[in-house]
């Protein structure tokens, strides 16, 4: 049975997904999200799957042949942090995610908890940087 990535694009409400965020601050911070990321990225907010905000998609192809499409930017708002879909492993990224403030960082993302605790024009930067990187790697 060939897999199917349950992560692709929906045509789920970006809008009636935010209003639908239970908390106001993850709520607010979806909003802020969303008007930057489209802003840098060019691309409107599509829902991909059922809880990942993204701009814009790149098709990849591992080795071992799955394939897929992705988000270029991408975040999601969920219950414990907003996860922000932005790693790339674009020149710089450390030192980025250093300066960006309380910020969690896993292989392909960061775990923030409010938006405020963190500095936006350094976020800006990353997501350019990591917008550029990808398009590099994954030429339309």
Same mark, same amino acid.
């Given at each position: 049975?060939?897999?199917? /990535?349950?992560?692709?694009?929906?045509?789920?409400?970006?809008?009636?997904?935010?209003?639908?965020?239970?908390?106001?601050?993850?709520?607010?911070?979806?909003?802020?999200l969303?008007?930057?990321?489209?802003?840098?990225?060019?691309?409107?907010?599509?829902?991909?799957?059922?809880?990942?905000?993204?701009?814009?998609?790149?098709?990849?192809?591992?080795?071992?042949?799955?394939?897929?499409?992705?988000?270029?930017?991408?975040?999601?708002?969920?219950?414990?942090?907003?996860?922000l879909?932005?790693?790339?492993?674009?020149?710089?990224?450390?030192?980025?995610?250093?300066?960006?403030?309380?910020?969690?960082?896993?292989?392909?993302?960061?775990?923030v908890?409010?938006?405020?605790?963190?500095?936006?024009?350094?976020?800006?930067?990353?997501?350019?940087?990591?917008? /550029?990187?990808?398009?590099?790697?994954?030429?339309?």
């Amino acid at each position: 049975m060939a897999y199917e /990535a349950r992560t692709k694009p929906t045509d789920i409400s970006v809008a009636d997904f935010v209003a639908a965020v239970e908390n106001p601050q993850r709520r607010a911070d979806a909003e802020t999200l969303c008007a930057l990321f489209e802003e840098i990225s060019g691309e409107p907010a599509t829902m991909w799957g059922p809880s990942i905000i993204g701009f814009g998609k790149y098709h990849y192809r591992y080795a071992s042949g799955h394939e897929g499409d992705a988000p270029r930017l991408g975040f999601s708002p969920r219950k414990a942090q907003t996860v922000l879909y932005v790693m790339s492993g674009a020149e710089g990224q450390a030192d980025m995610i250093a300066r960006l403030g309380k910020v969690k960082s896993s292989v392909a993302c960061l775990y923030v908890n409010r938006l405020d605790q963190i500095d936006l024009g350094v976020l800006r930067e990353m997501a350019e940087a990591s917008l /550029a990187h990808m398009r590099r790697l994954y030429p339309d």
